[in-house]
């Protein structure tokens, strides 16, 4: 039992429905049906044509999305489609057959690109890597994570942060990136081309019960916060976290002093230790709360920074 979780996705296109998994069903590769002959390697997608309603399937590396015919709308069979493809992965239903190729190797492509810590690239990848994101301080961290256990072999890597489709980077003094640069990216790109796990099974499975656990706590946290503090929470998620997600960082919220109007924050990944992280919690973070919530904030501080 694989305890595979489906979650129903809209998309901008009324006649697709995005059926995402909390978990990966390929590795590094994409697939797309027009019909069940064609869908001949996915056993998956041959059920699903199954349902007369079913235009086009196409299989990504954590989600179905799945076309229909006008002859039904979504939101009268969406539930139902999503209760059958969580059934049958649960079972252990295939979803791709198993095919070499004469390499054995997935095409990837890794581009290096810099971000406003000096100390921090970022290495993306046109392949989903993770489901959420993950930061290791050392190699005891990367335990269950087999390619940063492999990046701290290198005597110049600190600090790795991963999410999504890219690996951040943080090096210490004693190389530059014009030295190093080259030799990461193609380290990283290898190792995802031979179809190496970034992560393991017991990692993804760890980080599943932590999520929902700090899903949990985190909603209760929230709950319990005054309003202030959920209005900052709010403010970070909506118009702090993108930019800076963006940037290679994460940024999370830690406390609010109602007394001296003080926003603490905790930084990750490219921000954790940057030179210019003050002037961005400055003029950016710290005007932006100060605008917003006219009184309540005057001073945004990282606990970490």
Not at 125 to 131: I, M, Q
Request: hydrophobic share 40%; proline share 3%.
């Amino acid at each position: 039992m694989k305890d595979f979780n489906i979650n129903i996705v809209p998309t901008t296109t009324a006649s697709i429905v995005k059926f995402e998994a909390d978990k990966f069903l390929t590795r590094h590769e994409n697939f797309e049906f027009k019909n069940i002959d064609e869908a001949a390697k996915s056993p998956l997608a041959q059920q699903l044509f199954y349902l007369p309603f079913v235009k086009t399937v196409y299989i990504a590396q954590n989600f179905i999305a799945i076309e229909k015919y006008d002859i039904v709308e979504w939101a009268d069979v969406q539930e139902e489609v999503a209760e059958q493809i969580e059934t049958y992965l649960n079972k252990g239903g295939e979803v791709i057959k198993q095919t070499k190729t004469s390499s054995g190797k997935v095409p990837v492509t890794v581009y290096a690109e810099s971000t406003p810590n000096p100390a921090v690239m970022k290495f993306v990848a046109n392949k989903k890597l993770v489901l959420q994101a993950s930061e290791f301080k050392n190699i005891d961290d990367a335990k269950h994570a087999p390619l940063v256990q492999k990046l701290f072999h290198f005597p110049f890597v600190k600090e790795v942060f991963i999410d999504e489709n890219y690996v951040s980077i943080q090096k210490y003094e004693m190389a530059g990136w014009e030295e190093i640069t080259m030799e990461l990216r193609e380290f990283i790109r290898n190792y995802i081309e031979e179809g190496n796990e970034v992560l393991t099974k017991e990692s993804v499975e760890t980080a599943k019960a932590s999520k929902e656990a700090s899903e949990d706590s985190k909603q209760a946290a929230f709950e319990n916060l005054d309003d202030t503090s959920q209005q900052i929470v709010a403010i970070l998620d909506e118009y702090i976290k993108p930019a800076v997600a963006s940037d290679g960082g994460n940024i999370l919220f830690d406390s609010y002093n109602e007394e001296n109007k003080t926003v603490k924050v905790i930084l990750q990944g490219a921000c954790s230790g940057c030179p210019s992280s003050t002037m961005t919690l400055k003029s950016g973070i710290e005007t932006m709360l100060r605008d917003m919530l006219r009184g309540k904030v005057e001073y945004v501080e990282a606990v970490n920074g």
